[in-house]
T-cell receptor, first 108, second 116 residues
Framework: GIQVEQSPPDLILQEGANSTLRCNFSDSVNNLQWFHQNPWGQLINLFYIPSGTKQNGRLSATTVATERYSLLYISSSQTTDSGVYFCAGYSNAGKSTFGDGTTLTVKP | SAVISQKPSRDICQRGTSLTIQCQVDSQVTMMFWYRQQPGQSLTLIATANQGSEATYESGFVIDKFPISRPNLTFSTLTVSNLSPEDSSIYLC?????????????FGQGTRLTVV
């Protein structure tokens, strides 16, 4: 089955700092997404990124499918970036397997 | 994309009762799923909701505890039966659009269940 591993499990930053979150996935993963879960529990799609690099404001993501990893970059972090970041890998059947998440705390 | 409306957004239930969660999608989708997120944990897939047939459950989840209906391609319900405090979790409905490497998932806002 699909395996997804995230690191680090926890990250504490000062406001304004940059960070990199990593996601390793098994070779049965066809697609990958990054999500941010806010304090109210809502999952927000950040990136749908089977390969290559995408950017959205201060966030960007890169997936190297041949080496089975993805990176999420957060630049100039803000307190509102706090929360849990999940990556999820997908099989052909559309079912997803979530990593354990990275809990990000940005301090003012 | 897909817009998913999930109801209720939260509920507090007595142990031994049941809660039914509704999931409405703004377009027809083939693939629809239900997930559970226990406190402080990641998301775990409960089952795939199949239109016109019985849901497909993941290991550790059974139909008697989590009956699922899928009457059409835009709607599904998940019932959590015979509630116990261990069922206190966020339950999320999800749909997947596309195929293979183009598959993209969308999630409802979740239902936060507290069992007392």
């Amino acid at each position: 089955g699909i395996q997804v591993e995230q690191s680090p499990p926890d990250l504490i930053l000062q406001e304004g700092a940059n960070s990199t979150l990593r996601c390793n996935f098994s070779d049965s993963v066809n697609n990958l997404q990054w999500f941010h879960q806010n304090p109210w529990g809502q999952l927000i799609n950040l990136f749908y990124i089977p390969s290559g690099t995408k950017q959205n404001g201060r966030l960007s993501a890169t997936t190297v499918a041949t080496e089975r990893y993805s990176l999420l970059y957060i630049s100039s972090s803000q307190t509102t970036d706090s929360g849990v970041y999940f990556c999820a890998g997908y099989s052909n059947a559309g079912k997803s397997t979530f990593g354990d998440g990275t809990t990000l705390t940005v301090k003012p | 994309s897909a817009v998913i409306s999930q109801k209720p957004s939260r509920d507090i239930c007595q142990r031994g009762t049941s809660l039914t969660i509704q999931c409405q999608v703004d377009s027809q989708v083939t693939m629809m799923f239900w997930y559970r997120q226990q406190p402080g944990q990641s998301l775990t897939l409960i089952a795939t909701a199949n239109q016109g047939s019985e849901a497909t459950y993941e290991s550790g989840f059974v139909i008697d505890k989590f009956p699922i209906s899928r009457p059409n391609l835009t709607f599904s319900t998940l019932t959590v039966s015979n509630l116990s405090p261990e069922d206190s979790s966020i339950y999320l409905c999800s749909v997947a659009k596309g195929t293979g490497a183009t598959t993209e998932a969308f999630f409802g806002q979740g239902t936060r269940l507290t069992v007392v």
